[in-house]
């Protein structure tokens, strides 16, 4: 079930995945740097215990490596994001497996403010 972009929450969050994604945000185009960071950011999310899972670009609104959201998931939720059913979580674009729609992503919960 494909979640809705206008639901999409501005990922703010300052942990240590939020602040490697604001880091790599700053740099504009992919330099080695740019490259470094994002490798950085991948083992970061692997220790983190990220979900990752494959999924259509146009399911999830995110088309380029290293972009990222909130979302806070229905409770009808199907699909690789059915576990987090009720659950805010943080979604990551983490790259592309084609050249169309096939993208990797990563997702973990995170607190919502009350």
């Known amino acids: 079930m494909p979640l809705k972009v206008e639901d999409q929450i501005s990922d703010c969050l300052t942990d240590d995945v939020g602040l490697l994604l604001r880091e790599l945000h700053a740099i504009a185009n992919w330099p080695a740097k740019k490259n470094q960071l994002f490798e950085h950011l991948m083992l970061v999310t692997k220790r983190e215990r990220y979900f990752r899972f494959a999924g259509d670009h146009r399911d999830y609104h995110l088309v380029r490596k290293g972009q990222s959201c909130l979302y806070d998931i229905p409770l009808n939720q199907l699909g ?7 659950h ?3 979604l990551i674009c983490a790259g592309a497996w084609d050249q169309y729609a096939g993208r990797f992503f990563l997702a973990k919960l995170v607190k919502a403010k009350s």
């Open 88 to 90: 805010r979580i943080r």
């Open 80 to 86: 690789a994001l059915r576990r987090f059913r009720g």
